[in-house]
């Protein structure tokens, strides 16, 4: 089925680790974005890129990194992983960046930090 | 900086009625106005998007509006049914196309 996929679904680090949250989309979307959720609070964007090679910060991008080697995949890396970090992660792709065909999110990774 | 707020955080309601959602923004120079479902455990599923050029989006049984000038949307779901069950989030996207979000409208209908 056509859509995003992310992967782990859950997932517990210990502080300091690293690790590589994955997400794929198979509808050659442009824009791709990474959201945090946390309690309590909108969405809040980490990274977002507008096409292959292209990425930009978001609202609170310390302590994540992004890379868009391809249209298709735009992995997020935790560098050393904190309590702070401990959320769930939404990747999302639109056509374009005004998102005027709508946005298709994928189903999330709850991450935690211990 | 934008702001975007929703109240109430929860609501309950028995099924059949029709309820109105609250979304309220404090920059009104917004490129539109986005809703959105969140069901628990998943992702979450675009409903309505409104230009800011325009002043209502309808879909089956959703009507979005926008008021710029007082900074508010709203969000009408008409004959509510217990699968409407959710979480409702709205988003202002500004001119640089980012989303600011609301903390959402836990909504409850009760069968």
């Known amino acids: 089925n056509a859509g995003v996929t992310q992967t782990p679904k859950f997932q517990v680090l210990k502080t300091g680790q690293s690790m590589t949250l994955q997400c794929a989309q198979d509808?050659?979307?442009?824009?791709m974005s990474w959201y945090r959720q946390d309690p309590g609070m909108g969405l809040r964007l980490i990274h977002y890129?507008?096409?292959?090679?292209?990425?930009d910060q978001g609202e609170v991008p310390n302590g994540y990194n992004v890379s868009r080697s391809t249209t298709e995949d735009f992995p997020l890396r935790l560098l050393s992983a904190a309590p702070s970090q401990t959320s769930v992660y939404f990747c999302?792709?639109?056509?374009?960046?005004?998102?005027?065909?709508?946005?298709?999110f994928g189903s999330g990774t709850r991450l935690t930090v211990v | 900086k934008q702001e975007v707020t929703q109240i109430p955080a929860a609501l309950s309601v028995p099924e059949g009625e029709n309820l109105v959602l609250n979304c309220s923004f404090t920059?009104?120079?917004?490129?539109?106005l986005q809703w959105f479902r969140q069901d628990p455990g998943k992702g979450l599923t675009s409903l309505l998007l409104?230009?800011?050029s325009q002043r209502e989006q309808t879909s089956g049984r959703l009507n979005a509006s926008l008021d710029k000038s007082s900074g508010r949307s709203t969000l009408y779901i008409a004959a509510s049914q217990p699968g409407d069950s959710a979480t409702y989030l709205c988003?202002?996207?500004?001119?640089?196309?980012?989303?600011?979000w609301g903390a959402g409208t836990k909504l409850i209908i009760k069968p």
């Open positions: 999302a792709s639109s056509l374009s960046t005004g998102g005027l065909g709508g946005y298709t």
């Open positions: 509808m050659n979307h442009e824009y």
């Open positions: 890129s507008v096409g292959a090679g292209i990425t």
């Open positions: 920059d009104s120079a917004i490129y539109n």
């Open positions: 409104i230009q800011s």
């Open positions: 988003a202002a996207q500004d001119s640089n196309y980012q989303l600011i």
